[in-house]
């Protein structure tokens, strides 16, 4: 089975530029299609933050985060990573890594995963 561990969250300062990590583990040979990190705030839906195909590292951004935040892979460790610059007490949320294992063309829906981490928690203070 697929592994997802998120790590990187906790509580920083507003203009604080934090990184996420995302590492997936399995038994068997890993078919990444894409990876994404998804948020979720107390009270609201989960969101797409954004997503990086595994082949060509191209990339896609939720509006609310572009320009700030900047998604990266290294296909060799299956590790993605979520460079947050500028941090926003609105960013304050639950983090999540999402691996798709099929080209999906609603990928920003949470259903175009195949599977999920358990969340790291980003606290932004002001």
């Known amino acids: 089975q697929v592994q997802l561990v998120e790590s990187g969250g906790g509580l920083v300062q507003a203009g604080d530029s934090p990184r996420l990590t995302c590492v997936a583990s399995s038994g068997h040979p890993l078919n990444i299609y894409a990876m994404s990190w998804f948020r979720q705030a107390p009270g609201k839906e989960r969101e797409f933050v954004a997503r990086?195909?595994?082949?060509?590292?191209?990339?896609y951004y939720a509006d609310s985060v572009k320009g700030r935040f900047i998604i990266s892979r290294d296909n060799a460790k299956n590790t993605m990573y979520l460079q947050m610059n500028t941090l926003r007490p609105e960013d304050t949320a639950i983090y999540y890594c999402a691996l798709a294992t099929r080209v999906d063309s609603n990928y920003m829906s949470p259903s175009a995963n195949d599977y999920w981490g358990q969340g790291t928690q980003v606290t932004v203070s002001s």
């Open positions: 990086i195909a595994w082949r060509n590292a191209i990339t």
